[in-house]
């Protein structure tokens, strides 16, 4: 670890500013490891990186070292940027707390050896907890009123940036200065308003993490709304908080975040990693694994449930196999989907334990969102959950055509869920939006029917039913049961299928016609028809029945 020497730093600034000139010999930055640092107190700076482009830049490691032998006019030129006033600012504050070295990210670490940079990303969290003391630097900040926290009120930018929550909980004493370099307060004082700004529990950054240990998807979701420059500096600005320790590649983009997740698995029995979006409404995914720590930005109430001595050892064990996460979880299965209890509850209203959903497609395991839970036989099953991505089109178009609709007295009332739209008689469907149904009706005798899409991995299917009233309300049920028809659709009997609704009192029906299950080109045409079915108009339908129950 290297570490700024204070009292070199201030005498070169006092020697230049007094016209004595610099000493070359005189080493600014030196380099400490094992009892040697051990020994060394020290200040560290936490701050927001400036913008070049806006005349805010830093001053790199081989600029601070080489500084001292540069020319007047170059070395001036460094001494003018904002980011060299905070490293002699931050060498001013640790002299007056009596510490005589002190780290900044920016001049500390030589950024041109990947060895170096892998070695400092993952002592950086210890590197936060040992210091004696933290200056949280708010650069746009004037004054302490970001502390009466209020919607409207400009929250600093130190508090959105990835690299910042864990230079927030790490240290056990960490002062805030305003752009001024004035005292705003320490962290214990200010932990009820940063509780409030960070999304961080306040008992967590009184105490930090040597207690007890929140859940991972706790912990992820303090990072849901942070950002970083770098895509892959969203997973490595965790690997501290989390306890975890892997290698840099910079280049491999968000399969950084999930590279963190298998470490965390292997690692740990934590079933809160799979909890991500268990509030989701709509949607599928074709791994188990979050692509993003938005992702579990719900996920902040998420606690570990305690496991039952008669099961726990069954319930706790998962392991990373190359067919998938290999896990055995209570299962209530229904139908198609499989219904799998987590070893975790949500604690935001009243603790409900998290079950997640799941189906297997053309031989991949999917899961399912917005699914609610029913009450069943369960029983301990194993599961193979997929950890990449499956290469299925993630989107599907249906064409929708209307031969005789109009001629019957038909025409589109509404479609749902919300978000979801018409256009050019064509739907859209995607991982997030994944079921739509659309109401027609003849106002003159109001008969109505629904048309309902869905897409999920290699299958999407439509079919009709007759509508049912507030079918608004239901849509959940509706795409439980549009689900249950895409999984047990038999693809191996036709490439066209043909579904009817028939009319109560009529000889008419609703007719859908699409095209096959397996979407290599993931678009359906859609046929939506009126059909004349003599004889059938006085039984119950199923599709009656389905909306019924």
Not at 450 to 458: F, H, I
Not at 510 to 521: F, L, N, P, S
Request: aromatic share 10%; with cysteine.
């Amino acid at each position: 670890m290297r570490l700024i020497d204070v009292a070199a730093i201030l005498d070169v600034e006092e020697g230049i500013n007094q016209g004595n000139g610099v000493n070359p010999n005189t080493e600014i930055i030196k380099w400490f490891c094992g009892p040697d640092l051990e020994e060394k107190e020290y200040a560290i700076l936490s701050h927001c990186w400036g913008v070049a482009k806006q005349g805010e830049k830093e001053v790199s490691f081989k600029e601070m070292t080489k500084l001292l032998l540069m020319d007047e006019g170059r070395r001036n030129e460094i001494r003018g940027r904002t980011g060299y006033k905070k490293i002699v600012d931050t060498c001013k504050q640790a002299k007056k707390d009596g510490l005589e070295w002190a780290w900044v990210d920016t001049c500390c670490i030589d950024k041109r050896s990947s060895s170096e940079l892998s070695e400092s990303i993952n002592s950086m969290y210890q590197w936060y907890k040992n210091a004696k003391q933290c200056y949280n630097y708010l650069h746009d900040t004037v004054g302490d009123s970001w502390t009466d926290w209020r919607e409207s009120t400009v929250i600093p930018k130190w508090f959105s940036r990835g690299w910042t929550l864990q230079e927030l909980i790490a240290p056990k004493l960490a002062h805030f200065f305003d752009q001024k370099w004035e005292f705003i307060g320490d962290k214990t004082q200010l932990a009820d308003s940063l509780s409030v700004v960070a999304r961080v529990p306040a008992h967590v950054l009184k105490y930090g993490l040597d207690g007890t240990r929140p859940s991972v998807a706790q912990v992820m979701s303090w990072a849901a709304d942070r950002t970083t420059t770098r895509e892959e500096d969203r997973a490595y600005s965790l690997l501290g908080l989390l306890g975890v320790h892997m290698p840099m590649l910079y280049g491999e983009g968000k399969n950084a975040f999930r590279r963190l997740q298998l470490e965390i698995i292997r690692m740990s029995n934590d079933h809160s990693i799979f909890a991500w979006g268990h509030t989701w409404t709509s949607g599928w995914s074709s791994s188990f694994l979050a692509d993003d720590p938005s992702w579990f930005r719900d996920c902040g109430s998420i606690e570990l449930s305690l496991f039952n001595n008669n099961f726990g050892q069954l319930w706790k064990t998962f392991t990373v196999t190359n067919n998938g996460i290999k896990i055995r979880l209570p299962t209530i299965t229904h139908g198609s989907i499989s219904q799998v209890i987590l070893a975790c509850s949500d604690l935001s209203s009243y603790p409900k334990m998290i079950a997640i959903h799941l189906v297997v497609l053309d031989s991949t395991c999917f899961r399912i969102f917005g699914i609610p839970n029913h009450p069943g036989k369960m029983e301990f099953k194993q599961h193979f959950l997929p950890y990449t991505e499956a290469r299925y089109p993630t989107t599907s178009v249906f064409e929708l055509q209307y031969p005789t609709l109009s001629h019957n007295g038909f025409v589109l009332d509404c479609v749902v869920p919300e978000g979801i739209e018409v256009k050019d008689t064509s739907i859209t469907l995607s991982e997030e939006k994944d079921f739509a149904a659309i109401s027609y009706v003849r106002r003159e005798d109001d008969t109505r029917f629904l048309v309902l899409l869905s897409n999920c991995g290699p299958r999407c299917s439509a079919f009709t039913i007759l509508s049912p009233e507030n079918f608004e309300q239901k849509v959940a049920f509706l795409r439980w049961r549009a689900l249950q028809r895409l999984v047990d659709e038999r693809s191996d009997i036709s490439p066209y299928f043909v579904k009817h609704a028939h009319f109560r009192r009529s000889i008419q029906g609703a007719r859908v016609i699409y095209g096959a299950t397996h979407r290599d080109e993931a678009r359906c045409m859609v046929t939506i028809d009126i059909a004349r079915c003599p004889g059938c108009c006085t039984s119950v339908s199923h599709a009656t029945y389905d909306v019924a129950h």
